[in-house]
């Protein structure tokens, strides 16, 4: 089964809108981090955001927001306010702790912003 | 801080040559990451250290691969001999602790024809 599940290969909105990503995930760890990168046109992979499994706020970072739903197993990426610049592939990543397991990415969004 | 630094930025060989990927963690960061990325398969860890010391190797694809850390600054992929599947980008990453973000280097795409 796939632990980290992005269903959205592609998404579209307008500049200064609010878009949500979807990102849920599969463990049995009780500690673990999930994280969200952008990934542009550039190739190189920037950290946006981080949420850990006991944290009782949801992040947030900036125009970045995490709606983190631990019972229902999603954290979703918000971008407030859509830049040209969000235009980049997204990705969902998940770290289990006590597993020991290093970064298990989901395979992305791609994500476009339009004027 | 100047970053993950990888060596070369891009590479391109013939099947069956030995292929060497370079990387210098962030000073400071304990564990060190090799990813692969490609169009079918994403983002896959390959191998990652923990002190120099070898974690998990579990993705590393087979034998022709391997990966070592001599030092905390530095540590290498290796590939040999190449094959035309080996065609990717591949990414370094470090980081400070478990529960930190992990900061990627520019990565290196690997062309093997």
């Known amino acids: 089964a796939q632990k980290i599940t992005q269903t959205q290969p592609g998404m579209f909105v307008q500049e200064k809108e609010a878009v949500t990503l979807d990102c849920t995930y599969d463990?049995?760890?009780?500690?673990?981090?999930l994280f969200w990168y952008k990934q542009p046109s550039s190739g190189e992979m920037i950290f946006l955001i981080y949420?850990?499994?006991?944290?009782?706020q949801n992040a947030t970072e900036g125009r970045y927001s995490l709606n983190f739903q631990k019972a229902r197993k999603s954290a979703n990426l918000v971008i407030s306010a859509s830049q040209l610049g969000d235009s980049a592939m997204y990705f969902c990543?998940?770290?289990?702790?006590?597993?020991?397991?290093?970064?298990?990415f989901g395979k992305g969004t791609t994500l476009s912003v339009s004027s | 801080d100047a970053g993950v630094i990888q060596s070369p930025r891009h590479e391109v060989t013939e099947m069956g040559q030995e292929v060497t990927l370079r990387c210098k963690p962030i000073?400071?960061?304990?564990?060190l990451f090799w990813y692969r990325q490609t169009m079918m398969r994403g983002l896959e860890l390959l191998i990652y250290?923990?002190?120099?010391?070898?974690?998990?190797d579990s993705g590393m694809p087979e034998d022709r691969f391997s990966a070592k850390m001599p030092n905390a600054s530095f540590s290498t992929l290796k590939i040999q001999p190449s094959e035309p599947r080996d065609s990717a980008v591949y990414f370094c990453?470090?980081?400070?602790?478990?529960?930190?973000?992990?900061?990627f280097g520019p990565g290196t795409r690997l062309t093997v024809t």
């Open positions: 990453a470090s980081s400070p602790g478990t529960h930190y973000e992990q900061y």
């Open positions: 463990t049995s760890d009780p500690s673990y981090g």
């Open positions: 949420q850990g499994s006991y944290d009782q």
């Open positions: 990543a998940m770290r289990e702790y006590q597993a020991g397991t290093a970064l298990i």
């Open positions: 000073s400071g960061h304990d564990y």
């Open positions: 250290f923990n002190n120099n010391v070898p974690i998990d």
